[in-house]
């Protein structure tokens, strides 16, 4: 069953549901049929940053170098 993001073209509001291809799906505001199918990320915007982030912080915590950029790494290996 693939994830698809719909818009209602009745209400306006922009949701995601996972429906099979035979099916018909409603919108879970208005529940008209009259939906809009919208190209869907296959992940959500923005978490790779923040995923980074929180492995150089704990590789600090626990003194790796893999926190460093390559020109600090450079340095300190001297």
Same mark, same amino acid.
């Given at each position: 069953?693939?994830l698809y993001d719909?818009?209602c073209?009745?209400?306006? /509001?922009?949701?995601?549901l996972l429906v ?5 799906p409603?919108c879970?505001?208005c ?5 809009e199918r ?10 790779? /940053?923040?995923i ?6 704990a590789?600090?915590k626990q003194?790796h170098f893999?926190?460093? %950029?390559? %020109?600090?790494?450079a340095?300190v290996?001297?």
């Open positions: 069953m693939p719909y818009r073209s009745a209400c306006g /509001q922009q949701f995601e099979r291809n035979s099916t018909v409603a879970p505001h529940a008209t049929t009259a939906l919208l190209v869907s990320l296959t992940a959500p915007q923005g978490t790779s /940053q923040a980074i982030a929180a492995g150089r912080r590789a600090a003194g893999s926190n460093y %950029s390559k %020109s600090e790494r340095k290996s001297k």
